[in-house]
């Protein structure tokens, strides 16, 4: 398996603009998180998924902050409007649901807003 | 309150000595699971050690152990004969169901700790 495939992998964009992120979890894997990492407030879950459902996205920072997963190979991350504080690096893991298995993350996205 | 603690943002070891990077966690759930984590700075993030809750025997795998005491809720994490290669982030993170709808199992990270091995 190829693990965890995010895209893009950078990205820069103007403050205003609408932002996607995007994440393939590993084939079979029934939990995705998805993470915020920043210098300031470090590794922060924003919110996760179990069988396509999102349970808790009680980490989303604000309504400009939305997430789907539509099917069980893939996620959207998407920022509308953004800002010059939401540059970070996000994460996309993905895990077995099944006993307490570790997650497995991709690469990450490096946004900056400018 | 914080879910995982660790106390230490940065530490220096010695090439070939012996460290212990600290993690305290505060759950109510008597099933969880307690991993380890390295980002090294290239970026990504690395799995290297689980222990769960019921486990009697502490984790090991290669040169890391994990010191579990389930009274004192503390999972550190033993590197044994550092490596200039063992310069990293450390995370410690641990996964516990979600109390609020009984759904699925969130996993949270802790800070972080630095770790820089000296030759």
């Known amino acids: 398996d190829a693990g965890v495939i995010q895209s893009p992998r950078h990205e820069v964009t103007e403050m205003g603009q609408e932002v996607t992120l995007r994440c393939k979890p590993i084939?079979?894997?029934?939990?995705l998180f998805w993470y915020r990492q920043t210098m300031m407030r470090g590794l922060e879950l924003l919110i996760y998924?179990?069988?396509?459902?999102?349970?808790?996205d009680s980490g989303m920072p604000e309504d400009r902050f939305s997430a789907k997963m539509p099917n069980a190979s893939f996620s959207t991350l998407k920022i509308q409007p953004s800002e010059p504080r939401d540059s970070a690096v996000y994460f996309c893991?993905?895990?077995?649901?099944?006993?307490?298995?570790?997650?497995?993350f991709g690469q990450g996205t490096r946004l900056t807003v400018v | 309150a914080q879910k995982i603690t660790q106390t230490q943002p940065g530490m220096f070891v010695q090439e070939k000595e012996a460290v212990t990077l600290d993690c305290t966690y505060d759950?109510?759930?008597?099933?969880?699971?307690l991993f380890w984590y390295k980002q090294p700075s290239s970026g990504e993030m690395i799995f290297l050690i689980y222990?769960?809750?019921?486990?009697?025997q502490n984790a090991t795998e290669g040169r890391y152990s994990l010191n579990f005491q389930k009274a004192r809720k503390s999972a550190n994490l033993v590197i044994s004969a550092s490596q200039l290669g063992d310069s990293a982030m450390y995370f410690c993170?641990?996964?516990?169901?979600?109390?609020?709808?009984?759904?699925?199992?969130?996993?949270?990270f802790g800070g972080g700790t630095r770790l820089m091995v000296k030759p």
């Open positions: 998924f179990n069988n396509n459902v999102p349970i808790d």
């Open positions: 993170a641990m996964r516990e169901r979600n109390f609020h709808n009984n759904a699925g199992n969130m996993l949270t």
């Open positions: 759950t109510s759930d008597q099933s969880y699971g």
């Open positions: 893991a993905s895990s077995s649901s099944t006993g307490n298995t570790e997650a497995f």
């Open positions: 084939s079979g894997h029934n939990s």
């Open positions: 222990q769960g809750s019921y486990d009697e």
